[in-house]
C-alpha cells in the first residue's frame, strides 16, 4: 500500500486470499485490497502462545463481517469473561479467553519455570477486549490495557482511529486516553494529513481530544 497502486499491478488477480493478524484491519485497507489486488483480505487473531484461535474461515462457508477476527478455530472454545470470570453474552465487552477443558487443540500450559496469571480458574486470558457479536463471531475492541474508560464508556482506540481515517484528509491517526478529573479519561485523536492544506503545511500533525 505504501508504495502505491502501481506496485500491486503485477500480481492483481493473481491472489485468491489474503490472510491477515496482529492488528485489526480498518476498511480502508480491505477497500485498497479488493480495488488494486482484486484479493479478499481476512482478519485473523492468535498469540505466539497458542497459535490462531479466531478466524475467518477462507475454506468455510459463513459470513465474513468488516471489523471482525471471525469465529473460533475448530477445537477452540473462545468466551468472553468480564472482572470476575463471568462468561458474557453478545454486545458484552470484556477479555477474550480459551475454556481451557473444552478447547483440545490447546497446547499452551504456561511459560516454563514461571507463573503464568492469565491461567486461572479453568481459561487462558489473552488480555485482549473483544465481544461476541449475535452471531457468534469475534469483534476485537483492543488490547485491555488500552481501553479508555471515558463517563462509564469503554472505548476502543481502533473504532476511533478507523472512523478518522474514513476522512479523506487524513493519512493516519492514533487514539489514547489521558487523565480526566471528571470522566476518568478522555479521548485524544492525534493524525497525519493526506493533503496539505495551508493549515496542515504550518502543522503536519495535529491532535484534538473530545
Known amino acids: 500500500m ?78 468472553v469473561l468480564d472482572e470476575a470470570g463471568n462468561e458474557l453474552g453478545p454486545n458484552q465487552p470484556g477479555v477474550l479467553a480459551v475454556d481451557i477443558a473444552k478447547s483440545p487443540l490447546r497446547w499452551f500450559d504456561g511459560y516454563h519455570q514461571a507463573e503464568t496469571p492469565a491461567i486461572s480458574g479453568g481459561y487462558y486470558r489473552t488480555g485482549d477486549a473483544v465481544e461476541y457479536e449475535p452471531d457468534g463471531s469475534v469483534s476485537f475492541i483492543g488490547r485491555a490495557d488500552d481501553v479508555i474508560t471515558s463517563a462509564g464508556y469503554r472505548i476502543g482506540p481502533f473504532d476511533v482511529e478507523s472512523a478518522l481515517i474514513e476522512h479523506p484528509a487524513v493519512n493516519e491517526a492514533a487514539v489514547v486516553g489521558v487523565p480526566d478529573p471528571q470522566r476518568t479519561e478522555t479521548v485524544k485523536a492525534s493524525w497525519c494529513w493526506r493533503r496539505l492544506t495551508k493549515a496542515a503545511r504550518r502543522s503536519p500533525r495535529s491532535s484534538h481530544s473530545m
Open 2 to 79: 505504501a508504495e502505491g497502486p502501481e506496485a500491486a499491478a503485477g500480481i492483481k488477480g493473481k491472489l485468491r486470499v489474503v490472510s491477515s493478524a496482529g492488528e485489526p484491519l480498518n476498511p480502508e485497507v480491505i477497500r485498497w485490497f479488493d480495488a488494486h489486488l482484486a484479493a479478499p483480505i481476512h482478519d485473523h487473531y492468535g498469540q505466539t502462545e497458542n497459535g490462531m484461535m479466531v478466524n475467518n474461515h477462507h475454506g468455510l462457508a459463513h459470513t465474513v463481517r468488516a471489523g471482525s477476527a471471525g469465529f473460533a478455530m475448530p477445537g477452540y472454545r473462545m468466551v
